[in-house]
């Protein structure tokens, strides 16, 4: 049963266009959302996170939105590079920042096609 | 960001055979380590958290009697592959996060681990 998903395995997107990558999650009990980059061989690299209390947190051409109702979170990045092609996983963590355990979704391939 | 060193990056080694990986934090005491485990085309999924000078807590599903994690100090974890076999070829990750470091997780650079 998975508990985060990530509904689409590859997306492409033009540079300069906005890609728009989706998560969705099961469990109620996540109260923090974290998007990860991650290319081949090597380990995640943080990028951008959300408390359950907030709907909205921006960093630079990274956002993140968290729809709690519809337990279902997005990362935009606008506009987007060819850096920015690698997989892209949502993880979510209960207990707050104190608890690290972290729920990844399978990841999304971006591929931003100059 | 913290840095959190894993060594080595890829190992190959014999069936049967154990391994060890080792996790640092280069630039801050990590009280909490955990060991991600990854297969092709799937998400990152969690093994094991370790917490310094206690014993590691274990996922369902995950031998702990194969996969030994030792967390002796708050700058080093170790995951020892025990009896290594095939079907436990695989990318193994560890993060870390330090009581002064906010809420993010640092990551290693991963091992890719080949039992042959």
């Known amino acids: 049963d998975q508990q985060v998903k990530q509904n689409s395995p590859s997306l492409s997107v033009q540079e300069g266009r906005i890609s728009i990558l989706n998560c969705d999650y099961t469990?109620?009990?996540?109260?923090?959302f974290l998007w990860y980059k991650k290319y081949p061989a090597e380990g995640p690299t943080f990028l951008i996170s959300?408390?359950?209390?907030?709907d909205k947190n921006e960093d630079g051409r990274f956002t993140v939105f968290l729809n709690k109702s519809a337990k279902h979170l997005s990362l935009h990045i606008v506009p987007s590079q060819p850096g920015d092609s690698a997989v892209y996983f949502c993880?979510?963590?209960?207990?707050?920042?104190?608890?690290?355990?972290?729920?990844f979704g399978k990841g999304t391939k971006l591929s931003v096609i100059p | 960001g913290a840095v959190v060193s894993q060594h080595p990056s890829r190992v190959i080694c014999k069936s049967g055979t154990s391994v060890k990986i080792e996790c640092r934090s280069l630039?801050?005491?990590?009280?909490?380590m955990f060991w991600y485990r990854q297969f092709p085309k799937q998400s990152l999924m969690l093994m094991a958290t370790?917490?310094?000078?206690?014993?590691?807590?274990?996922e369902q599903g995950v031998e702990k009697d194969k996969f030994l994690i030792n967390h002796a100090s708050l700058t080093l974890s170790t995951l020892t592959v025990t009896s290594a076999h095939p079907e436990d070829s695989s990318f193994y990750i560890c993060?870390?996060?330090?009581?002064?470091?906010?809420?993010?997780?640092?990551f290693g650079q991963g091992t890719r681990l080949t039992v042959v």
């Open positions: 993060s870390a996060r330090g009581v002064n470091r906010g809420s993010e997780a640092f």
């Open positions: 469990n109620s009990m996540f109260d923090y």
């Open positions: 959300i408390s359950s209390i907030k």
């Open positions: 993880a979510a963590s209960a207990g707050g920042a104190g608890s690290y355990q972290l729920t």
């Open positions: 630039d801050f005491q990590a009280t909490t």
């Open positions: 370790s917490n310094e000078g206690s014993k590691a807590t274990y």
